[in-house]
C-alpha cells in the first residue's frame, strides 16, 4: 500500500502562483509514476501532468502545458507541481495519485483545495 498527503492549497488571485507537494509513504519502492489530476465542481476529473518514478519523464494536458510543472525529489517521497500564471479555470480540488504501473491509477490523496480568483 502507498499512502499520499497532498499540502499547498489555497486561494490566489489571477496570475499568481502555488506548489502543490504530494508525499508518499508505505510500499514506495512499487511506484511506476505519479500525477496529479483535478476535479472543478460540476466538472469530471481530469488529467494534468505525470512523471515517471525512475526516469522523470514527464507528460502535461494542453491547458496547463508551459505554466504547470511536476517534479519530484525520490529521497523525501515527494512530488511536487509548480503552477504559475494561474487562471480562474484552474479552480479545483487537486488529486494526487500513484500507480504501479502503466493503466490506471491504484493510490490517491485526499485533495487539496485551489481556488483562483479573477
Given at each position: 500500500?502507498?499512502?499520499?498527503?497532498e499540502?499547498g492549497?489555497?486561494?490566489?488571485?489571477?496570475g499568481?502562483s502555488?506548489?502543490?507537494?504530494?508525499?508518499?509513504?508505505?510500499?514506495?519502492?512499487?511506484?511506476?509514476?505519479?500525477?496529479?489530476?483535478?476535479?472543478?465542481?460540476?466538472?469530471?476529473?481530469?488529467f494534468?501532468?505525470h512523471?515517471?518514478w525512475?526516469?522523470?519523464?514527464?507528460?502535461?494536458?494542453?491547458?496547463?502545458k508551459?505554466?504547470?510543472?511536476?517534479?519530484?525529489?525520490?529521497?523525501?517521497?515527494?512530488?511536487?507541481l509548480?503552477?504559475n500564471?494561474?487562471?480562474?479555470?484552474?479552480?479545483?480540488i487537486?488529486?494526487?495519485?500513484?500507480r504501479?504501473s502503466?493503466?490506471v491509477?491504484?493510490?490517491?490523496?485526499?485533495?487539496?483545495?485551489v481556488?483562483?480568483?479573477?
Amino acid at each position: 500500500q502507498v499512502q499520499l498527503v497532498e499540502s499547498g492549497g489555497g486561494l490566489v488571485q489571477a496570475g499568481a502562483s502555488l506548489r502543490l507537494s504530494c508525499a508518499a509513504s508505505g510500499d514506495t519502492f512499487s511506484i511506476y509514476s505519479m500525477g496529479w489530476f483535478r476535479q472543478a465542481p460540476g466538472k469530471e476529473r481530469e488529467f494534468v501532468t505525470h512523471i515517471t518514478w525512475s526516469g522523470g519523464r514527464t507528460y502535461y494536458a494542453d491547458s496547463v502545458k508551459g505554466r504547470f510543472t511536476i517534479s519530484r525529489d525520490s529521497a523525501k517521497n515527494t512530488v511536487y507541481l509548480q503552477m504559475n500564471s494561474l487562471k480562474p479555470e484552474d479552480t479545483a480540488i487537486y488529486y494526487c495519485a500513484a500507480r504501479k504501473s502503466l493503466g490506471v491509477y491504484d493510490y490517491w490523496g485526499q485533495g487539496t483545495q485551489v481556488t483562483v480568483s479573477s
